[in-house]
C-alpha cells in the first residue's frame, strides 16, 4: 500500500511561485510514475503534469513553460514547482502515483492508483 501526502498550497499573488510537496509512504518501489493533478470549482479534474521512474516528464499546455516536476526518490518525495502562478492557476492540487510505468495522460487520472488528500492553492489577481 502506498500513501501520498500533499504540502505546500497556500494563497499567493499573481506572478509568485509555490512549490508544492507529495510525501510518499509505505511500497514506493511499487511506483513507476507520479502526477500532479489539480481541479476548479465547477471544473473537472486535470493532470498538470506527470514524471515517470525514468524521468520522462510531460505537462498541460497550460502550464508548460512555467510549473515543473520533479521526484526525488531518496527523500521519497515528488514536487511541483510552479512560476508565474496565475489567477487561473487557482483549484485544488492532487498528487498521484501509478504502479504502470507509462507517464500518466492528459485526463482526470482515472487510471493513477494512488491518491493524496490535495492541496488548495489560490492565486490572486
Known amino acids: 500500500q502506498v500513501q501520498l501526502v500533499e504540502s505546500g498550497g497556500g494563497l499567493v499573488q499573481a506572478g509568485g511561485s509555490l512549490r508544492l510537496s507529495c510525501g510518499v509512504s509505505?511500497?514506493?518501489?511499487?511506483?513507476?510514475?507520479m502526477g500532479w493533478y489539480r481541479q476548479a470549482p465547477g471544473k473537472q479534474r486535470e493532470l498538470v503534469a506527470g514524471?515517470?521512474?525514468?524521468?520522462?516528464?510531460n505537462y498541460a499546455d497550460s502550464v508548460k513553460g512555467r510549473f515543473t516536476i520533479s521526484g526525488d526518490n531518496a527523500k521519497r518525495t515528488a514536487f511541483l514547482q510552479m512560476d508565474s502562478l496565475k489567477p487561473e492557476d487557482t483549484a485544488v492540487y492532487y498528487c498521484?502515483?501509478?504502479?504502470?510505468?507509462?507517464?500518466?495522460?492528459?485526463?482526470?487520472?482515472?487510471?493513477?492508483?494512488?491518491w493524496g488528500k490535495g492541496t488548495l492553492v489560490t492565486v490572486s489577481s
Open positions: 509505505g511500497s514506493i518501489f511499487s511506483i513507476n510514475a
Open positions: 514524471i515517470t521512474r525514468g524521468g520522462t516528464t
Open positions: 498521484a502515483a501509478d504502479k504502470r510505468g507509462t507517464i500518466p495522460p492528459m485526463g482526470g487520472g482515472a487510471g493513477m492508483d494512488y
